[in-house]
Antibody, heavy 118, light 108 residues
Framework: QVQLVQSGAEVKKPGASVKVSCKVS????????MHWVRQAPGKGLEWMGG????????IYAQKFQGRVTMTEDTSTDTAYMELSSLRSEDTAVYYC???????????WGQGTLVTVSS | AIRMTQSPSSFSASTGDRVTITCRAS??????LAWYQQKPGKAPKLLIY???TLQSGVPSRFSGSGSGTDFTLTISCLQSEDFATYYC??????????FGGGTKVEIK
């Protein structure tokens, strides 16, 4: 059974950066392909990017290119998503989730609320 | 990017009803289609992947069908715990993975 536990809520000012963590248990991070999805208040789901095991690279949605960095620390089985140059439109719940294409599909973290406000 | 369009965006139904939600892709995606259920304040829950394969632990009243551009999620006998928002997701063309806008199922 895979468990994904995310870091707590954050409040940031416009222009700042935020780094959200996603701790894996039950499996090792190397056995998973981790993706990140966000959801603005009252809105739908938006895919931000994730690891593509077919070419061994992390792929980002074009919308976030240059502003987002997804990294992994395999020594602690923790994935990270860092978003920079925050603006009010980045206020959302950010989720880590396992790749829908993998055998370990369908596991999501509990979500991390990031609020961007001056 | 492939655009996913769900219909309706919301509707009301009663416990025991048979309900169907539709998802249409802007281009063919074979069977690379998943359905999620989301309740307020909770993460999405995977119900179906590969258009019609039930995720482990999901009740059999949920079913999915379709291929190419047109897909449906059916709940055969709506239960109280099924009132939620449902999303479709295509993973044929990656990147990006794209989601439908959601369908909210409310109590009549």
């Amino acid at each position: 059974q895979v468990q994904l536990v995310q870091s707590g809520a954050e409040v940031k000012k416009p222009g700042a950066s935020v780094k959200v963590s996603c701790k894996v248990s039950g499996y090792t991070l190397t056995e998973l392909s981790m993706h990140w999805v966000r959801q603005a208040p009252g809105k739908g789901l938006e895919w931000m990017g994730g690891f593509d095991p077919e070419d061994g690279e992390t792929i980002y949605a074009q919308k976030f290119q240059g502003r987002v960095t997804m990294t992994e620390d395999t020594s602690t089985d923790t994935a990270y998503m860092e978003l920079s140059s925050l603006r009010s439109e980045d206020t959302a719940v950010y989720y880590c989730a396992t790749d829908i294409r993998s055998g370990l599909r369908g596991y999501w973290g509990q979500g991390t609320l990031v609020t961007v406000s001056s | 990017a492939i655009r996913m369009t769900q219909s309706p965006s919301s509707f009301s139904a009663s416990t025991g009803d048979r309900v169907t939600i539709t998802c249409r892709a802007s281009q063919g995606i074979s069977s690379y289609l998943a359905w999620y259920q989301q309740k307020p304040g909770k993460a999405p829950k995977l119900l179906i992947y590969a258009a019609s394969t039930l995720q482990s632990g999901v009740p059999s009243r949920f079913s999915g069908s379709g291929s190419g551009t047109d897909f449906t999620l059916t709940i055969s006998c709506l239960q109280s715990e099924d009132f939620a928002t449902y999303y479709c997701q295509q993973y044929y063309s990656y990147p990006p993975v794209t989601f439908g806008g959601g369908t909210k199922v409310e109590i009549k």
